[in-house]
């Protein structure tokens, strides 16, 4: 390894590509979050002529446990590592199961003066044919890599370069589960060769790390829903919930009601889609009243509640304003 190599920080946190299984013919029967970050690299011995590597076991959760807690401490290792000025990127290594949360907090609360780029497995490092040795080798070249600079927080998996803003995992088991579904991904990597073919979205600022986490819930819409549950939320003081709507953003007039509402007593609404992809219309004028159902544009409900969770914690009052909601949902 020389001296002249960039040097890069692994953050290591858990997930299939730290999973192991008794039975290596296994890619669904293993436990997640099991290798420590030491032993996963040492498994991609290319890594020594790419980069100076040190590695941080931050976690080691399976991501469906994933906390604001460990999103807190993410940023401060991030911080404290993009301060160091020979550090010249930072690789995450995490659960695919809830990647694109963290991909978007991490999005939206980021200065980025150096690549962050976040990566994954779908298959345990046992099984034949596991992915995250290259992904994690990727993951590097990209963080190493010049032109990765300047595009805030990067998804890389699957030989793939993805904004952290648009990934989302949309399979089961396989291993090209990632789709960015707005533009498709920003490049990709092959052997040595990172190759970005368009920039993200400009990110117009970044939110402040809560001090305090609202409550903010999801709920869907789908025939004949109740509205027990957003009554009930309600009732825990929740301060934003996003709704998993149907098609370009529809609600069933029961689920409607109550969530209007909700409104009325300065609970942000947003609407997402359940589909998977496009946009969501902004609300037409006649069912702007009361309280906006405002959109989440391309967002998914999950990513979309990220960004309401950050903006009501920065700005709580929120709710009782559909413009300025609707206005703050477009600019991320
Ligand atoms: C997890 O998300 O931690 C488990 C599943 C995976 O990484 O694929």
Redesign the pocket.
């Known amino acids: 390894m020389s001296d002249s190599l960039p040097r890069i920080i692994v953050l290591a946190t858990?997930?299939?590509?730290a999973?192991a299984s008794g039975n290596p013919g296994s890619s669904a029967q293993y436990q997640?979050?099991t290798v420590p970050v030491g032993a996963l690299l040492q498994a991609v011995p290319p890594l020594q002529r790419v980069a100076r590597v040190e590695a941080e076991q931050v976690a080691q959760?399976?991501?469906?446990d994933m906390s604001f807690a460990l999103w807190s401490a993410l940023a401060a290792r991030i911080a404290h590592w993009s301060a160091q000025p020979d550090v010249a990127g930072i690789v995450i290594t995490h659960?695919?199961?809830?990647?694109e949360e963290t991909a978007m907090f991490l999005h939206l609360t980021q200065p980025c003066p150096i690549p962050v780029v976040l990566t994954?497995?779908?298959r345990p490092s046992t099984s034949l044919s596991a992915d995250g040795p290259l992904n994690l080798l990727d993951a590097v070249r990209v963080a190493a890599h010049a032109d990765a600079r300047g595009k805030g927080v990067l998804v890389v998996i699957n030989q793939q370069i993805h904004a952290a803003r648009d990934v989302a995992k949309t399979h089961t088991s396989a291993v090209d589960a990632f789709v960015s579904a707005s533009g498709g991904p920003l490049g990709f990597v092959q052997d040595d060769y990172v190759r970005f073919a368009r920039a993200p979205l400009p990110r117009v600022a970044i939110l402040p790390l809560p001090s305090a986490w609202p409550l903010v819930e999801i709920v869907a819409s789908y025939a004949e829903p109740g509205r027990v549950m957003v009554d009930a939320l309600v009732a825990a003081g929740v301060r934003g919930i996003v709704v998993a709507a149907a098609g370009n953003g529809s609600v069933h007039e029961g689920l409607g009601a109550a969530l209007a509402d909700a409104a009325r007593q300065g609970v942000a609404v947003v609407r997402s889609s359940r589909t998977g992809a496009g946009h969501v219309a902004l609300p037409a004028p006649a069912r702007a009243a009361p309280g906006g159902f405002a959109s989440a544009l391309d967002l998914n409900p999950y990513k979309a509640r990220v960004l309401l969770l950050l903006l009501l914690a920065a700005d709580p009052s929120l709710g009782t304003d559909p413009a300025r909601l609707q206005a703050r949902l477009g600019a991320y």
């Open positions: 858990g997930g299939t590509i999973g997640a979050a959760v399976d991501s469906k659960g695919t199961d809830t990647l994954a497995a779908m």
